[in-house]
Nanobody, 125 residues
Framework: QVQLVESGGGLVQAGGSLRLSCAAS????????MGWFRQAPGKEREFVAA????????YYADSVKGRFTISRDNAKNTVYLQMNSLKPEDTAVYYC??????????????????WGQGTQVTVSS
């Protein structure tokens, strides 16, 4: 199993930017697909972005397309989420995830076998 640790969350004004990091350790050679989800209070966990190892073939939720970018540094076993033009509705706990059972393309949270502890992102208006 892969261990995932997120960092980089915080408070930012609307229109600002943040970069989240997720450091992976353990059996990372199995983690072809890694991604990000988020969960706002009272809402279900929702897909944000994911990609193959090396940052190849990224795919995004429509709500963040054009504003967020997922990237990966293989040498550091780290995946990033660059978030630009942030909106108050982006406020949520952001989770890193890996090892989806059905592989690349899935947006279904239960598919992912490994999760980080989450990092809070708050966007003020």
């Amino acid at each position: 199993q892969v261990q995932l640790v997120e960092s980089g969350g915080g408070l930012v004004q609307a229109g600002g930017s943040l970069r989240l990091s997720c450091a992976a350790s353990g059996r990372t050679f199995n983690s072809d697909v890694m991604g990000w989800f988020r969960q706002a209070p009272g809402k279900e966990r929702e897909f944000v972005a994911a990609s193959r190892w090396g940052g190849r073939s990224p795919y995004y939720a429509d709500s963040v397309k054009g504003r967020f970018t997922i990237s990966r540094d293989n040498a550091k076993n780290t995946v990033y989420l660059q978030m630009n033009s942030l909106k108050p509705e982006d406020t949520a706990v952001y989770y890193c995830a890996a090892d989806p059972a059905t592989g690349w393309g899935t947006r279904w949270a239960p598919d992912f076998g490994s999760w980080g502890q989450g990092t809070q992102v708050t966007v003020s208006s």
